[in-house]
């Protein structure tokens, strides 16, 4: 693995440590984004914003890679809930004809916004990338569905996945969980549920720039408050959403980084960026499962942001960041492991 190596600096913000390339990509994000905790307080209204931004903006993203067979159903809820609806993505049969990586990939958006057609691209990515079978989950958003409905629903639909494999032409012993952001600290969750009730057992967890503490204190919230595109105030605003007035942010599976016992758990390939508020508690979470045993692959990227990921045709890290991820992905199936992945360390 070979990301970006260039310190932050001393520079006077955000937009001084940023990759040049990176530049008008945060300013086009930010100049779209609803201002989250400022002007803008509703979820739904934060939503029409994003989804109206979405359809006006020309593709920044490039073209959406090819797959095979792309289908919307709904998988069983948790006990007393709604099923959830799930988007299957299968890879090019010709290429990938299987077995393969079963990945549950779960999307980012602060627990209160985004869904399927938000991370469409995202999820074809794992699947073409990766050669992976993706279960793209549509979660209950809060604060409609407050703490833990998000968490149950991603349970229930990595349940369901993990009796699916065979029909999704999946290895049953390469079970991903993965997501990005709010999605990657869910991810995080999965695997502290799956350990504690016995299953389903998760081959490998990737988290992409996760949410990984409520707590919201480290030098990285400090240093990145804003100038990055994802701000303090957007992540403040997130949390509010999520837990509510009386929601506990220090619940392991609000907060896997606050969890007691982070043992027995599945390796995990990280992605950070270093001009994210979420950085340090990333790296932290990476420290925390090495001391309890667990292998972790670190790709830090110190002039990367928040969201990075989706431009690989513009961003060199954010295509070497895919490769990395996708080769951790692609080394959970039996007959495709390389010899010698042991992980990296926290750059």
Not at 138 to 166: I, K, N, Q, S, T
Not at 296 to 318: K, N, Q
């Amino acid at each position: 693995m070979t990301p970006s190596t260039a310190g932050s600096g001393a520079g006077g913000g955000v937009p001084d440590r940023l990759d040049p390339r990176a530049r008008p990509l945060v300013a086009a994000l930010t100049a779209s984004f609803p201002d989250l905790g400022g002007a803008v307080t509703d979820a739904v209204e934060a939503r029409r914003i994003l989804a109206a931004a979405a359809g006006a903006a020309p593709a920044r993203r490039g073209t959406p890679l090819a797959v095979g067979p792309v289908v919307d159903r709904t998988v069983p809820g948790p006990p007393g809930a709604p099923e959830i609806p799930v988007r299957l993505y299968l890879p090019d049969p010709e290429r990938h004809p299987g077995p393969r990586p079963t990945v549950v990939f779960l999307h980012g958006g602060g627990y209160a916004l985004c869904g399927l057609d938000s991370h469409d691209a995202t999820a074809r990515g794992l699947a073409a990338r990766a050669g992976a079978a993706v279960v793209s989950v549509d979660y209950r958003l809060a604060p409609e569905h407050r703490f833990p409905a998000a968490v149950d629903d991603a349970y229930a639909a990595l349940c369901w996945a993990a009796g699916e494999c065979a029909a999704l032409g999946g290895d049953p012993g390469a079970l991903v969980a993965a997501g990005d952001s709010s999605g990657g600290g869910l991810a995080a969750a999965l695997a502290l549920r799956a350990r504690d009730e016995r299953g389903p057992a998760i081959a490998l967890q990737v988290l992409l720039y996760p949410v990984l503490d409520a707590a919201q204190d480290t030098p990285s919230y400090r240093e990145n408050a804003h100038g990055g595109f994802l701000t303090a105030a957007h992540l403040r605003w997130f949390w509010q959403q999520y837990l509510g007035p009386d929601g506990d942010g220090r619940h392991p599976l609000a907060s896997p980084l606050r969890a007691a016992d982070l043992g027995g758990l599945p390796p995990v390939h990280l992605v950070t960026a270093g001009c994210d508020p979420l950085r340090d508690e990333g790296l932290a979470y990476a420290e925390r499962l090495r001391a309890a045993g667990t292998g972790v692959t670190v790709a830090h990227f110190p002039r990367m942001f928040h969201g990075f990921l989706g431009f690989p045709h513009l961003l060199p890290d954010a295509g070497q960041a895919w490769t990395d991820a996708a080769e951790a992905i692609e080394s959970t199936v039996q007959y495709r492991k390389n010899s010698g992945r042991s992980g990296g360390g926290a750059g």
